[in-house]
């Protein structure tokens, strides 16, 4: 079948061509690709060998990650439509066991591929996915360590699963073509394209190649060693899990609206705590709405605590 890999980069010219090269080295021959060129400048240029098979996409103004995947998924041809960061790397089989899962399987029409961290900082962002793998599949009764290319997921049981954390493998998805109209396009900005991949997991009949295909380039380009993107974060999952109740399969199934629910009430609490913790101005209203399944030693330890901070604060400040 025909795969088209959908590239979104902005100003990383240098790496792009690592990533497009690792797409010309797949021992799958069955591709074209894709590459959307959101805002750079320069704008991108492809070698002209190149333009046979790879199509070149531009947003005039940067439009984000999220809206430059929409925009190469309007545009794919292929039965199968996968997504390549700028920064990262294809493994020289990933198509090929892209290919061979879906042809296995006639029902499947969504695969979450796994990921192999490289780089300075690899050794612990791959310890960080094993944990956050097992924990994830655990939910579900099965193991990584499994001897089967492609583990068949259970599409309830894997979004409650992926309430609790979203490993990088199941934010890299090969999805049929012919399911995005069920599934639909991302929406929003930065962390909010997380939620995305609840619509996969509720709208596809998924499953996970187990074999690492896909290169993440670990070089200390993580965001989460900034304090405001960690609030941003904080506040993202709790409007993602906010839009969740309201999409029908979690508004018509009580089990589902239940686990969202409790989600949204735990995100809430780590809000507070978070702000607590740095000393942020307290927001009550988030421990409020933490308490929606019921009031527990922790909301009153954690109230106490800030009302101590408060108190301690109006009689340290200068008068």
Known sequence: MQITVVITTHDRPELLREAIASVEAQRFDEWDAIVVDDGSCPAVTLDPVQAGRIRLLRNETAQGPSEARNTGMRAAAGEVIFFLDDDDLLGADALAQIDAAFQSDANLNGLFVNVEPFGSDAEGTQHNQTQAMSRVLGKMDMRLECTEAVLRLDSDRLFGALLERIPMAFQRVAIKRSQLQKVGLYSGKGFEDLEWYFRVALRCTCGLLVAPGYRVRCEGQSYFSRAEEKQRLIDTIIHIRQGLLSLDEVAATPLLKHMTTAS??????????????????FPWRNLFDSTVNGLYWHHFSLAGKALKNRIRQAITRPH
């Open 264 to 281: 949204l009430a735990s995100a809430h609490f780590n809000k507070a705590y978070y702000a607590y913790q740095n000393n942020l101005p």
